[in-house]
């Protein structure tokens, strides 16, 4: 089932798109979009140290730290190629490094790449900038440089605590990591620390989780994302390492994910929905309250961004009525971009009806409501409303005559219910050989 971080899904857009299309549609709303609000920008460093089984991550492992530098020289160059389709200064609202491992590159790099971008940018008043950080290799060096450019919000990938899981899953990372990692961040004036932690690994039990989940809620992280794991190891060959008999049943991993549910509201976090939960002094948690929650790639966010671009391989733009993804393998995209010409090779441009079902999927997923447009009734009433009844007789859902609300029960399965408005699932039949099952 897919996570909806995208409507159509990846899975559903076109291998032949045409890059023109796409430079004008990205020219258009970047003169939309500039002035009146900024633009957020992605940064995909792709490489890790070494690999952990269950990862489904675009990156590349490798110890040898030399390649930081072509990669660096690919990402300034791609963004010299955006500038030049930049009708102005660019406002940059926001940033966030993810990966890989954005603290496998030296903190002397990152900051190189990150003036190369905000060097000739204007920053916006209200920006918010923030990175995916392994504990492990998190230094203080690191933080110091994220933090003297304005970095406030830091993501750790945590997943486990239990050293057998962490075997099994090759992340061996140590308790006391995590615990200096975020006492580093706090240190270095991060606001808002988000752990990262997966349910449904192999080995994982009751009591196993609900060790880990105990030592974290001590550090009281601001937010924790709290991942099913996506048995996919027909497109993650690493996932073939397993052996199966240790993953949890589907039951089982229910009563994982209601442990860690019980353990996060009996300790003062709210269930913001699809896997987020947050205290109520962080800002994701206002935004949820506020009606503002927004779902782009780059997770749940505390306001819509209206352009994002991506650089680095594989990272996805959005514009709102377009996605383009950049290639996957790291030689495409360096040769692509060595010609002088973006990276771009996968996309899709939305038509009115793929933008109203987006609408429907991102207030379902972002607010748990959301209301029908008389325009699309039709199609509605062909496709959704019928299988809206049915998640209805499961008590998963409230349908009335102009709209749909999610009921409590129904938070867990928030991306079933958004998959009613999917009407590119309608027509695959292979469903389970391009997304892993809902739970
Ligand atoms: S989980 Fe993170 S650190 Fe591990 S291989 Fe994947 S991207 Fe790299």
């Known amino acids: 089932m897919p996570r909806y971080a995208s409507y159509p899904t990846v899975p559903f857009w076109n291998e032949n798109f045409e890059v023109e299309k796409w430079t004008s549609e990205f020219q258009h709303k970047f003169d939309e979009q500039n002035h009146q609000d900024g633009i957020a920008i992605y940064i995909h460093l792709p490489f890790c140290e070494s690999l952990c ?24 160059k791609e963004w010299g190629l955006y500038r030049k389709l930049m009708s102005q200064t660019p406002v940059i609202r926001e940033i966030h490094l993810g990966g ?48 003297k450019i304005g970095f406030r919000r830091i993501s750790y990938g945590v997943q486990d605590n239990d050293p057998e899981v962490q075997r099994v899953i090759n992340r061996i990372q140590p308790f006391e990591n995590v615990k200096s990692a975020i006492e580093n961040a706090r240190r270095f004036g991060f606001t808002s620390v988000n752990f990262d932690l997966i349910y449904g690994l192999p080995l994982q ?27 996919v190891p027909w497109t993650s060959r690493a996932q073939r390492l397993f052996d199966e008999s240790h993953l949890p049943a589907a039951s089982e991993k229910i009563l994982l994910y209601l442990k860690g549910k019980e353990l996060f509201l009996n300790n003062g ?69 060595g010609i002088g010409q973006l990276a771009i090779q996968k996309g899709y441009i939305l038509s009115d009806l793929d933008k109203a079902c987006k ?81």
């Open 269 to 337: 976090y709210v269930d913001l929905g699809m896997d987020h939960f947050a205290l109520p002094t962080d800002e994701l948690y206002k935004a949820w309250k506020e009606g503002q929650l927004f779902r782009s790639f780059m997770g749940y966010t505390t306001r819509r961004t209206g352009l994002l671009l991506g650089l680095g391989v594989s990272s996805i733009s959005d514009t709102g009525g377009a996605f383009a993804q950049n290639a996957k393998a790291l030689h495409d995209y360096y040769e692509l971009i």
């Open 359 to 439: 609408k429907y999927i991102l207030d379902i997923a972002c607010k748990g409501y959301t209301e029908f447009r008389v325009e699309d009734m039709e199609i509605l009433e062909e496709y959704s409303i019928p299988k809206l009844k049915g998640l209805e007789q499961d008590g998963l859902v409230t349908l009335t005559s102009n709209g749909v609300s999610v009921t409590d029960q129904g938070r867990y399965f928030i991306r079933n219910i958004c998959s009613a408005f999917d009407l590119y699932l309608a027509k695959v039949d292979t469903q389970k050989t391009l997304f892993s099952k809902a739970v």
């Open 53 to 76: 089984t269950y990862c489904g991550c675009n990156k590349k492992i490798t110890t040898n730290h030399s390649v930081e530098e072509e990669y660096l020289l690919a990402i300034e």
């Open 100 to 147: 890989g491992t954005p603290t496998f590159f030296s903190p002397r790099n990152l900051e190189r790449l990150l003036n190369s971008i905000l060097k000739r940018s204007i920053t916006h008043p209200q920006y918010e900038f923030s990175i995916e950080a392994h504990p492990n290799n998190t230094t203080v060096e690191h933080l110091k440089v994220l933090q």
């Open 205 to 231: 039990t009751v009591e196993s989780i609900e060790k880990t989940i105990n030592q974290v809620i001590e550090l009281k992280p601001d937010r924790i994302a709290f991942y099913s794991y996506a048995h």
